[in-house]
């Protein structure tokens, strides 16, 4: 079953919004990460937050992590057209490499 | 560096079909291996999960079933293909015992008609 849910499932903005996407998971993790897939192909990793961290900036990526409310969210600041996408979070569990992923937030970036 | 290869990138197969989709990978060794299925619009389902030559690890009961005859080769199959095994797979390697990003190849969309 999937762990992930995310909110929300679509997101329409405009180029040079900022954009935020919301992650709950439900069982310990050890790492919580993000990843991106255009519409037709392959899902592409994006940024990885561990559990003993709460915060992670990669380019316009920000990630918080949230273990208590077993919460993440993926904020990309400045949005481009090119941003558009289905963006996915993937939980990692202990002991194992497996991952389970969320439903996924579709956004939509208007030029 | 490594690249991971899927084909076909689309099928089209009759009801009662058989099927085989392959992945490779390159440029690494003793890589864990995994193929996802992905409905429209939908996050991914773990269908088969693979540690090493010959090691697979069912994760959902299906109509379909995996192997891995060589060190970087996995291969998904059905003896006969149902309406509900359409949809978008996705074939991921990642480092042994790391816990960390998985790779993924460019997917085969099917349709099962």
């Known amino acids: 079953s999937q762990q992930g849910e995310e909110d929300p499932q679509a997101l329409s903005i405009q180029e040079g919004e900022n954009a935020t996407m919301n992650c709950s998971y439900k069982t310990s993790i050890n790492n919580l990460q993000w990843y991106r897939q255009n519409s037709g192909r392959g899902l592409v990793h994006l940024i990885l937050?561990?559990?003993?961290?709460r915060e992670k900036h990669s380019g316009r990526l920000r990630v918080t992590l949230d273990t208590s409310k077993k919460s993440s969210s993926l904020l990309i600041t400045a949005s481009r057209a090119a941003d558009t996408a289905s963006y996915f979070c993937a939980t990692s569990g202990w002991g194992t490499d497996k991952l389970i992923f969320g439903t996924g937030t579709r956004l939509q970036v208007f030029p | 560096s490594q690249t991971i290869h899927q084909w076909p990138a689309t099928l089209v197969q009759p009801v009662g079909s058989p099927l085989s989709l392959e992945c490779t990978v390159e440029g690494t060794s003793n890589p864990n291996l995994y193929w996802y299925r992905q409905a429209a619009g939908r996050g991914l389902q773990l269908l088969f999960y693979s540690v090493g030559i010959g090691q697979i690890s069912s994760e959902v009961p299906q109509n379909l079933s995996a192997s891995r005859p060589q060190d970087r080769q996995f291969i998904l199959s059905s003896k006969k293909l149902l309406l509900s095994d359409s949809g978008f797979y996705l074939c991921a390697w990642s480092p042994r015992d790391r816990g960390g990003e998985q790779f993924f190849g460019p997917g085969t969309r099917l349709t099962v008609l």
């Open positions: 937050i561990r559990s003993n961290e």
